[in-house]
């Protein structure tokens, strides 16, 4: 079972800032969160993940509440080539076995 | 950034045959990867966790005789579909973590089809 949850689809105004939620209530405490996102027929492309501290690059902004229980994916100025799946998922950074499960995601629409 | 290659990209097969999918780190060293499926319209299912010199961890309800799964090497990892069947048809992603552990990188998928 997933240990994230969000909405399975959004629409964004072309130029807009598209905010995508993401609920993990049950995270632990030495879990980070990661986003990526999956244009059709594609594999995943990693975006951006954090720990508790706000993080921007150069694609996006991730903003973790305190509680650590839910975050929030920014992109700033959508685009066309933004429309894709968004998922995002917690896990423990390192190797070895860990059970990642991927979610539904949610389908972002970027609308002319 | 990272690069993680897939071969083939796509692959049509009769049933009955096996099918080896390659799955490579370019410009890092991948001390765990993973294989997922994809059927349409659906999430990314995870399959097995490798990794290198070790035996694959399946997860529950994936044969681990019909998807065998060889990390032989810090780069490559391979996933053969041994006597395929059209059920087996689906979008097959491999996905590395690097030495460092902190970001996992995907590949590009192959599409299998089995006639």
């Known amino acids: 079972d997933a240990k994230t949850t969000q909405p399975p689809s959004m629409d964004c105004a072309e130029g807009r800032a598209a905010n995508l939620p993401c609920n993990h209530s049950?995270?632990?405490?030495?879990?980070?969160v990661y986003w990526y996102r999956q244009i059709h027929s594609q594999g995943p492309q990693y975006i951006i993940h954090?720990?508790?501290n706000n993080e921007t690059n150069e694609m996006a902004s991730l903003i973790i509440t305190e509680d650590r229980k839910s975050s929030t994916l920014i992109l700033p100025h959508a685009t066309l080539r933004d429309t894709a799946v968004y998922y995002c998922?917690?896990?423990?950074?390192?190797?070895?076995?860990?059970?990642?499960?991927f979610g539904t995601g949610t389908k972002l629409q970027v609308i002319p | 950034g990272a690069v993680v290659s897939q071969h083939p990209s796509r692959v049509i097969c009769k049933s009955g045959t096996s099918v080896k999918i390659e799955c490579r780190s370019l410009?890092?060293?991948?001390?765990?990867m993973f294989w997922y499926r994809q059927f349409p319209k659906q999430s990314l299912m995870l399959m097995a966790t490798?990794?290198?010199?070790?035996?694959?961890?399946?997860e529950q309800g994936v044969e681990k005789d019909k998807f065998l799964i060889n990390h032989a090497s810090l780069t490559l990892s391979t996933l053969t579909v041994t006597s395929a069947h059209p059920e087996d048809s689906s979008f097959y992603i491999c996905?590395?973590?690097?030495?460092?552990?902190?970001?996992?990188?995907f590949g590009p998928g192959t599409r299998l089809t089995v006639l």
């Open positions: 996905s590395a973590i690097s030495v460092s552990g902190k970001r996992q990188f």
């Open positions: 049950t995270i632990s405490g030495n879990e980070y």
């Open positions: 954090g720990l508790k």
């Open positions: 998922i917690v896990r423990v950074p390192g190797g070895g076995y860990q059970k990642v499960t």
């Open positions: 410009d890092f060293q991948a001390t765990t």
């Open positions: 490798s990794n290198e010199g070790s035996k694959a961890t399946y």
